[in-house]
């Protein structure tokens, strides 16, 4: 135990004071670095969103889904993806399976285009829709717009696994995105995503997904691993993988119709 000399106990009570200062002061600090240290939401969005922006760049690379569902044989999806995010356009092209080989989604300005070689015709789609018979959203496969398309209800800590997280329970500001309410699991150090909880408008559960393992390309951080768990159907799950991925500039008929047309042959 410390002890105070006969001089120093004169004054007790300035020695209160003095230490009780000294506590307060250190507990000031400790809560202006907490406050300090919690970042404003709606940056930490943007950040998640710049995560995987290649405004500037071209980018692609080749999904693979594994579907599972009870009592049925696995199913394997398989998609080449190509993207420029400057202009907000993307090209999805099916490589498997064979019977559904080169059909297709484009987005073209604000349209989204799904097309059937079989037919050779073009019909409207959307960014929420499945993407062939897996758990998966066309949304899933572009660039992410958090910032811009949420509003932040609330933010709170808590954990993912050994990860301390930002729990961040965004509500949609527009009806073009897939889901009315979306929570987020974003780690704090490094900054990424872990886990979204995907909510119906009556607030019910849809899908969870899990962001087991991140790639970097160019300074950006990729999910080259993404497992979907679907909440209604339960014991159907996709598990998406990422290969080949690229930024090598891509010529503008990629993003054509013409040019769906001519690889679907």
């Known amino acids: 135990m410390p002890s105070f000399s006969a001089k120093e106990n004169k004054h007790p009570s300035r020695n209160i004071v003095f230490l009780l200062a000294i506590a307060f002061s250190l507990a000031a600090g400790v809560i202006?670095?907490?406050?300090?240290?919690?970042?404003?939401?709606?940056?930490?969005l943007k950040e998640v969103d710049n995560l995987s922006d290649f405004t500037g760049k071209d980018f692609s690379a080749v999904f693979t889904i594994v579907t599972q569902k009870p009592g049925e044989k696995d199913s394997v999806t398989q998609a080449r993806v190509f993207r420029r995010d400057q202009k907000e356009q993307f090209l999805i092209l099916i490589l498997l399976p064979e019977v559904n080989k080169?059909?297709?989604?484009?987005?073209?300005?604000?349209n989204v285009w799904f097309y059937d070689p079989t037919s050779r015709k073009f019909s409207h789609s959307s960014v929420k829709e499945n993407l062939q018979n897996t758990k998966a959203k066309n949304s899933d496969f572009t660039l992410s717009s958090f910032a811009e398309d949420y509003t932040v209800a609330s933010m709170n800590e808590g954990m993912v696994g050994k990860f301390p997280v930002w729990v961040l329970d965004l509500r949609a500001n527009t009806n073009e995105v897939s889901y009315d309410r979306v929570v987020l699991y974003i780690r704090k150090d490094p900054t990424m995503l872990l886990k979204r909880e995907d909510y119906s408008v009556n607030g019910r559960l849809m899908?969870?997904?899990?962001?087991?393992?991140?790639?970097?390309?160019?300074?950006?951080?990729?999910?080259?691993?993404?497992?979907?768990?679907?909440?209604?159907?339960?014991?159907?799950?996709?598990?998406?993988?990422?290969?080949?991925?690229?930024v090598t500039p891509l010529p503008d008929k990629v993003f054509t119709k013409a040019f769906l047309e001519q690889v679907s042959r």
Do not use: C, F, W
């Open 207 to 246: 899908r969870t997904t899990a962001y087991p393992k991140y790639v970097e390309i160019e300074g950006k951080l990729l999910s080259s691993q993404i497992l979907i768990l679907d909440e209604i159907n339960k014991g159907e799950k996709s598990q998406i993988t990422m290969a080949e991925q690229s």
């Open 32 to 44: 202006s670095a907490s406050a300090q240290a919690k970042p404003e939401p709606k940056v930490l």
């Open 102 to 110: 080169g059909q297709g989604y484009l987005r073209e300005d604000d």
